[in-house]
C-alpha cells in the first residue's frame, strides 16, 4: 500500500521569526539553538538542527479535531525550510527513533495506535490502514511524546 508522509506547511511559522522573544513568549514559543545532533526536529522539512542552528520551539495544535483526541503539544521549526511530501518514502530524522503511530477515523477519533522503530515503520503504516475506517496517521516521537508528521494513503 502507498502511503504519503508530510511534514508542517512552513507559511504560517514564517511570522514568528522576525518576532521578539517578547511576542514569541505571548504565543508560547522560545528561539532556541541546537547544541547536539539529532536532538532538534523540525517538523515541516522533517531533519533534525545540526548544532549551532537556530529554531523556534512553539506549542502547535497538530490534532485540531473535534473529538476528545484534539491535541497539542511543543515542537521544533526551523527557518527557511520546505515542507516534507513524499510518497513511499520515510525520512532519516524518523527512520533513528523510536515511534509512536496513532490511526484515527474520519470524526478525529482514535482507531488504532502501536509503537515502532522507524526502520520498521511501513509493516506498522501498513497494518493501521488496512482497517477501512482510520482515515490518516499521526507519528510522534515516542519518548517525548511530540507530534512528528501526518501520513495519508498516497
Do not use: K
Not at 47 to 75: C, K, M, V, W
Amino acid at each position: 500500500m502507498s502511503f504519503r508522509i508530510t511534514g508542517l506547511p512552513a507559511e504560517p511559522f514564517t511570522d514568528l521569526f522576525s518576532l521578539s522573544d517578547e511576542a514569541l513568549a505571548a504565543r508560547l514559543a522560545v528561539r532556541v539553538v541546537a547544541d547536539h545532533a539529532h536532538g532538534y526536529p523540525c517538523r515541516i522539512s522533517l531533519t533534525d538542527a545540526e548544532p549551532g542552528q537556530p529554531l523556534i520551539l512553539l506549542n502547535y495544535e497538530h490534532q485540531p479535531a473535534d473529538s476528545p483526541f484534539r491535541s497539542r503539544y511543543a515542537i521544533y521549526i526551523r527557518e527557511g525550510e520546505q515542507q516534507y511530501d513524499e510518497v513511499d518514502r520515510v525520512p532519516d530524522q524518523l527512520r533513528r527513533r523510536l515511534l509512536s503511530v496513532r490511526g484515527f477515523d474520519g470524526r478525529g477519533m482514535l482507531r488504532d495506535a502501536d509503537v515502532a522503530q522507524g526502520t520498521a515503520l511501513e509493516p506498522l503504516i501498513e497494518r493501521l490502514f488496512d482497517d477501512d475506517h482510520v482515515a490518516y496517521l499521526h507519528i510522534h516521537m515516542a519518548r517525548p511524546g511530540c507530534y512528528a508528521a501526518r501520513v495519508d494513503r498516497a
